[in-house]
C-alpha cells in the first residue's frame, strides 16, 4: 500500500522564478493538504483540497495556487518566488475532510 | 485563533531513560489532539491521537491523555531508545482539518 508520494525531493530556483510540486496521497485517500516548514518550525497550513475544490486556505499570499486532480493528486504552485519562500513543502492525505492526515516526505525547495 | 506550544528544546536523555515532552494548547471548542514525529531529512510520521477529553492515544511505547481542564496532551515514554532521537510536534485540530502544529520538540537519546 503506497503512502503519500512527493517529487521533487530537492529543488533550487533562484527569486522570482515559479515553482511547481507534486503529491500523490495515500491509496483510498481524497483529501489533500499543503503545509510549508521553514527550518527549525513546526509546518504551517496552507491550502486543502477535496473534490477538486480549495476547501480553506492559510495566511499565504494569491502567489500561493493549488490544484486537485480528478485522480485526487494535486499541485502547488508558487509564483514570483521570494528568499522567504525557503523551505520543506510537505504534503498530506485523508480520506473526507474529517479523517487523520498522513504524510507525504516534503519536497525541500532553496530559494537562491 | 488555536495554537499549540510544546516545551523547548533540545532535549537529551540517556538510553533507558523516562521522557515527557510538555504540550498545552489552546482552541475554542473540542479539538483533535495528534503528535507527529519527524526524523531527519523525512516528513512527518503520525505517532498517536486523541479525539476527546480522558482518551489515551498510545503507539510504540509512547502514551498522551487528552487533558482538558489542564488543556494538555503531554507525551510520555517509560524507557527510550537511541532510535527515538527526532523531532517531536504536537498538532491539534477541529472540524475542518487544518492542523495547527507547536513549534516542535528535538530529542536526543544518547547510548
Known amino acids: 500500500d503506497a503512502g503519500v508520494t512527493q517529487s521533487p525531493t530537492h529543488l533550487i530556483k533562484t527569486r522570482g522564478q515559479q515553482v511547481t510540486l507534486r503529491c500523490s496521497p495515500k491509496s483510498g485517500h481524497d483529501t489533500v493538504s499543503w503545509y510549508q516548514q521553514a527550518l527549525g518550525q513546526g509546518p504551517q497550513f496552507i491550502f486543502q483540497y477535496y473534490e477538486e475544490e480549495e476547501r480553506q486556505r492559510g495566511n499565504f499570499p494569491d502567489r500561493f495556487s493549488g490544484h486537485q486532480f480528478p485522480n485526487y493528486s494535486s499541485e502547488l504552485n508558487v509564483n514570483a518566488l521570494l528568499l522567504g519562500d525557503s523551505a520543506l513543502y510537505l504534503c498530506?492525505?485523508?480520506?473526507?475532510?474529517?479523517?487523520?492526515?498522513?504524510f507525504g516526505p516534503g519536497t525541500r525547495l532553496l530559494v537562491l | 485563533g488555536d495554537s499549540v506550544t510544546q516545551m523547548e528544546g533540545p532535549v537529551t536523555l540517556s538510553e533507558e531513560a523516562f521522557l515527557t515532552i510538555n504540550c498545552t494548547y489552546t482552541a475554542t471548542g473540542y479539538p483533535s489532539l495528534f503528535w507527529y514525529v519527524q526524523y531527519p531529512g523525512e516528513g512527518l510520521q503520525l505517532l498517536l491521537k486523541a479525539t476527546k477529553a480522558d482518551d489515551k492515544g498510545s503507539n510504540k511505547g509512547f502514551e498522551a491523555t487528552y487533558r482538558k481542564e489542564t488543556t494538555s496532551f503531554h507525551l510520555e515514554k517509560g524507557s527510550v531508545q537511541v532510535s527515538d532521537s527526532a523531532v517531536y510536534f504536537c498538532a491539534l485540530t477541529q472540524g475542518a482539518q487544518k492542523l495547527v502544529f507547536g513549534q516542535g520538540t528535538r530529542l536526543t537519546i544518547n547510548p
Open positions: 498530506a492525505s485523508s480520506f473526507g475532510l474529517l479523517e487523520t492526515q498522513y
